[in-house]
């Protein structure tokens, strides 16, 4: 994402680009899709919880795209975009990473001594 942005700004910055100012715009998305995608990168690799979704959301667009690009047909780029995206699901998926990326079940706070058979909602008698 990040090459595909400094290109872009190449290409606006000598004049190559359709227009300037979309070419600009799409330099500037382009970097901060690449920081966002850092971002959730940095996440995964440190297991924290959050940067699951945002991960296997991010597999499923270049699946999307890639899909989109075999049809096209761009084979050269939709195959190997497939195959990472698979990929990235399956890592994702596995086992190992749903254990270090899932938040367990907190556990219920602890009972008083003699609490346990009471229903909470006073006694009848």
């Known amino acids: 994402m990040l090459l595909a942005s400094v290109l872009s700004g190449v290409d606006a910055g000598t004049g190559r680009s359709y227009h300037v ?6 330099t500037i998305i382009g970097v901060l899709t690449a920081a966002a995608l850092a971002w959730v990168a940095a996440g995964v690799a440190g297991a924290r ?9 991010t597999q499923l667009f270049v699946g999307i795209v890639s899909i989109y690009l075999v049809q096209a047909p761009r084979y050269a780029w939709g195959i190997p975009g497939l195959i990472l995206a698979v990929a990235g699901f399956v890592t994702l998926l596995a086992p ?30």
């Open 49 to 57: 919880a959050w940067s699951r979704t945002p991960a296997l959301l």
């Open 21 to 26: 100012n979309s070419g600009i715009a799409l």
């Open 96 to 125: 190992p990473s749903v254990r270090a990326l899932s938040r367990g079940p907190s556990e219920p706070p602890a009972s008083p001594p003699g609490a346990a058979g009471r229903s909470g909602r006073g006694a009848r008698g």
